[in-house]
């Protein structure tokens, strides 16, 4: 069963860059053409896409967010990071991390985040 | 950006009956390879988000058929015959086509 499980800092200071792993089990990161993509929800709101990236490292990101933005993959270690820098009070949320899928022969194209991490919150404060 | 608005914010309803939520979007969300990739998730009280839908209508494993999807081009419904206590939450919809995009989020309470 593919499983997905978020780690890093719980608290990081104003202007200092936010760091987090999402580790895959369950499946290989190498073998499998989806992407896996980070995704963050502040307290009380909706959800907001940062950003997703392939096996071979082809990443994607919300124009929003891309200035601050790096994903990385790891394939060795079956995990993938996001490292977001410059933060703020605003950058504080829960981050989750999830799969980007796609069923083939319905078009090739991925578009169902599935599964989710538990997510992890990472508050902002000095 | 695609922008996704959901309507309503917020919907009471009595167990046992139906509910309904919209999402529009800002431009058509088909792909350049015909397809429409919007999805609507799910996420129960402190819980992150469930995958219930994609592709409009296609219920994902696992997801019981009082759920439902519909539409097309830029205005889609997600229906729950029969509303059960197990789905109070909130529910987004999201597009994939031109990027990702999430709408604001509905949520579902019990009258």
């Known amino acids: 069963q593919l499983q997905l499980q978020e780690s890093g800092p719980g608290l990081v200071k104003p202007s200092e860059t936010l760091s987090l792993i999402c580790t895959v089990s369950?499946?290989?990161?190498?073998?499998?053409?989806?992407?896996w993509g980070w995704i963050r929800q502040p307290p009380g709101k909706g959800l907001e896409w940062i950003g997703i990236?392939?096996?071979?490292?082809?990443?994607f990101y919300n124009p929003s967010l891309k200035s601050r933005v790096t994903i990385s993959v790891d394939t060795s270690r079956n995990h993938f990071s996001l490292k977001l820098k410059s933060v703020t009070a605003a950058d504080t949320a829960v981050y989750y991390c999830?799969?980007?899928?796609?069923?083939?022969?319905?078009?090739?194209?991925?578009?169902?985040?599935?599964?989710w991490g538990q997510g992890t919150l990472v508050s902002v404060s000095s | 950006d695609i922008v996704m608005t959901q309507t309503p914010l917020s919907s009471p309803v009595t167990l046992g009956q139906p509910a309904s939520i919209s999402c529009r979007s800002s431009?058509?969300?088909?792909?350049?390879?015909?397809?429409?990739?919007l999805s609507w998730l799910q996420q129960r009280p402190g819980q992150p988000p469930r995958l219930l839908i994609y592709?409009?209508?296609k219920r994902f494993s696992g997801v019981p058929d009082r759920f439902s999807g519909s539409g097309a081009g830029t205005d889609f419904t997600l229906k729950i015959s029969r509303v059960e206590a197990e789905d109070v939450g909130v529910y987004f919809c999201?597009?994939?086509?031109?990027?990702?995009?999430f709408g604001q989020g509905t949520r579902l309470e019990i009258k």
């Open positions: 592709k409009i209508s």
């Open positions: 990236i392939n096996y071979s490292g082809s990443a």
């Open positions: 431009q058509s969300l088909v792909h350049s390879d015909g397809n429409t990739y």
């Open positions: 999830a799969r980007l899928g796609y069923f083939s022969g319905s078009g090739n194209h991925p578009n169902w985040f599935d599964p």
């Open positions: 999201m597009q994939a086509t031109q990027f990702i995009t």
């Open positions: 369950g499946d290989s990161i190498s073998g499998s053409s989806y992407y």
